[in-house]
Every structure is written in C-alpha cells, then in structure tokens.
C-alpha cells in the first residue's frame, strides 16, 4: 500500500462485529499490518446469529492471523452488558492494553423496509434495529474505553453508512435506519470529546457501495465476476471491505491522526490522503458519484471516479 505510515506491530485491536463484510476487512487489514486482533460476533462454528449466514469469527481471525497478525475469535453479544464486560476484563487480562476499538456491530439487515413511513413499519423490527444499530455500540466503548485511556493515543473507529454531511441532508429512506446511521456518526463526535484529555482519537468511518458477501450474494456474483451485477451505476464504483480495512490500518499507524479527531470519514477520502488503493488498485469514490453524478441525474464514465 503505498503511502502507508506504517507498521503497527504490537497493536492489540478489538474489531467488534468482526464475523463479515466491513468488521471483517477491517480486522484482516489490521492483521496484515501486524496486530493482535481481537475479532468479535455472534456467528460461530457452533451456531449462527439471527442474521442465519454462514461467515463466522473463527474464520475473521484465522484470516487475521493469514495475513500476518494475530486473530482471536471471541463470541459476544454487544446487547449484553455482561458479555461485553468479560471481553474487556479478557483483553486486559491477556494483553494489558487497547490501542484499537473497532465499533462495526450491525446485524440488522434483516430489520428495515425501504420507503416505508413509520406507521407502516413493524415497529417491533425497528426497534430491534436501533438496539443493534446504536445501544451496541455505546455498550461496547462503556466497557472498552477503560481499558485504553489506561495508555494514551488510542484509536476509535464507528463505522456507519454515510458521512455526517450527507445523512443530515437526506431521509435515509426509514426512520430507525435513518436514526441508526446518524447516531453513529454522532458516537465518534462524542468518544472524541470523551478522549481528548487521554490523547485518543474517534472518528466516524463510512465505506462506500460495499462488495460485501451479503451484497454479492444478493446480485448473485463473486469478486471475480461482480462487474456483471445489474445493479444501479454507483455499484461500478463499489469497494471491496479490504479498502475500509487499509483506511482504519492507514489512521491506526498515523502517529497524528488526532487531526481527524471528532470528524466523518470516507475510505475514499482517507485513500487519497494516504495513498492506498483497493485491491484492485484503484480508488473509488462512491460518495462522489452519488452526489456529483447521480444525485443531479447527470452522466459520468464511472470509471472516472475509481
């Protein structure tokens, strides 16, 4: 990855809903840079979450440890204080130290109805999605960020679908999935306050159209032939979860990534101020597109902007 800061060997993260797409790439880009990997779900080899896939922790961080790192599957129910109290007791324990806290914990994709209006939404499911969607995350630094202001410098990341700018300018097509991804983008505002006297830094991360497993599986492609997917334009400007990975990689090596404290990030734009590349090479800039091309029902090679 060119323009990368560094190594981080030595660095003990907790990717927290590591089992599959952006929690999975993020956990094994950290791996390829040398980092003990904490990588946490609900999906296991004995039994899947309510999400019913087959991608499991065991396999996160088998594919941590491929890639040069250290991966550690650790089953955990973010919804559940206690669980999550035992995962840190655990990390400080075993490694004495946090570096890294990865908030990807999602699992609602099940849960939402696109153009729905709240009285016709079952509310029961929306419910559920912000549950998962925010009170995980906020369960998780409660019992997390202890143990990493016990050092300073440590790294936040919640990983959200859309930047701050953009999801306050646009209904996100529902309530609680509209309310989930802002919140979160709010989280990292508040974890910068929070760890600002500690030298820590938060930021709010959002991957583009993402080739996740679930995606591909969707259009019905693989990586190797998901070009053919009849999907809207964005999807040519798509990324794999490996460009998310090598942006939370590319701030966990930045000895002054407090610059980007408190703000709302896009792997594309930390692409271009580091110098990395999806795997393919290229840089894509979904949001771009979206905005500059789609949104204003313009016409652009999206080839232009990857």
Not at 7 to 24: C, D, F, K, L, P
Not at 85 to 94: I, N
Not at 210 to 220: I, K
């Amino acid at each position: 990855m060119s323009g990368f800061p560094g190594s981080i060997t030595g660095m003990i993260a907790v990717v927290a809903g590591a089992t599959r797409g952006t929690g999975r790439g993020i956990a094994v880009q950290l791996g390829a840079v040398g980092a003990t990997v904490y990588c946490t779900g609900r999906s296991t080899r004995e039994g899947r979450s309510e999400v019913n896939r087959a991608e499991t922790i065991e396999e996160t961080a088998e594919l941590v440890t491929a890639a040069g790192g250290t991966g550690i599957p650790v089953r955990v129910d973010h919804l559940d204080p206690a669980q999550v109290e035992a995962l840190a007791a655990r990390v400080e324990r075993e490694q004495g130290r946090l570096d890294v806290l990865v908030n990807d914990i999602w699992g609602a994709e099940h849960l939402w109805e696109w153009n729905t209006p709240v009285w016709k939404h079952d509310m029961d499911k929306g419910l559920r999605l912000l549950r998962l969607g925010i009170e995980t995350h906020v369960v998780t630094s409660r019992f997390l960020l202890p143990v990493m202001i016990r050092n300073r410098g440590g790294l936040v990341v919640e990983v959200t679908d859309g930047t701050k700018e953009f999801n306050e300018t646009r209904y996100r097509e529902n309530v609680y999935y509209d309310l989930a991804k802002t919140s979160v983008n709010r989280l990292a505002f508040a974890w910068a306050a929070e760890l600002r006297p500690y030298g820590g830094t938060a930021v709010a991360l959002t991957p583009g159209f993402l080739r996740s497993e679930a995606m591909l599986d969707h259009f019905g492609v693989t990586e190797e032939n998901w070009r053919e997917a009849e999907a809207d334009p964005a999807w040519a400007v798509s990324e794999t979860p490996a460009y998310a990975g090598r942006a939370v990689a590319a701030l966990a090596g930045d000895p002054d990534r407090e610059r980007w404290s408190g703000r709302s990030l896009t792997s594309g734009e930390l692409a271009e101020a580091y110098g990395f590349t999806d795997v393919d090479g290229s840089r894509p800039q979904v949001w771009r597109f979206i905005t500059e091309v789609m949104e204003r029902g313009g016409t652009a090679d999206p080839s232009t902007y990857r």
